[in-house]
Nanobody, 121 residues
């Protein structure tokens, strides 16, 4: 199983980015996939997650109105549309997978490498 995150970059405050997480070898219809982030000097924190089927997408409270997760089932890729970015969003963003949203938030089974997002003026 491989998860490959990409699409980070550098933007100014108020800008947008759309990282993606492509998967291979994963039972796509059995896994929830989501995003975590880790800022320099801080612990990794959960950002958002998507279950394998339709349902509510939970987001971290501080980003709920600015970030949107989506699943591209045909390409087995998860996207994180990030709008109105602030310097506090600067971090390495990781994608992860687990058999269910609850497990995803607590103990992901698979991790991708990170993609760096920098928000600075």
């Amino acid at each position: 199983v491989q998860l490959q995150a990409s699409g980070g970059g550098s933007v100014t405050p108020g800008g947008s980015l759309r990282p993606s997480c492509s998967t291979s070898g994963l039972s796509w219809n059995e896994y929830a996939i989501g995003w975590f982030r880790q800022a320099s000097g801080k612990e990794r924190e959960w950002v958002s997650g998507l279950g394998a089927g339709p349902g509510i997408t939970p987001y971290r409270e501080s980003i709920e109105d600015r970030f949107t997760s989506s699943r591209g089932n045909a390409e087995k890729t998860v996207y994180l549309q990030m709008d109105n970015l602030t310097p506090e969003d600067t971090a390495v963003y990781y994608c992860a997978a687990a058999r269910g949203l609850a497990l995803l938030q607590r103990t992901p089974e698979y991790w991708g490498q990170g993609t760096l997002v920098t928000v600075s003026s």
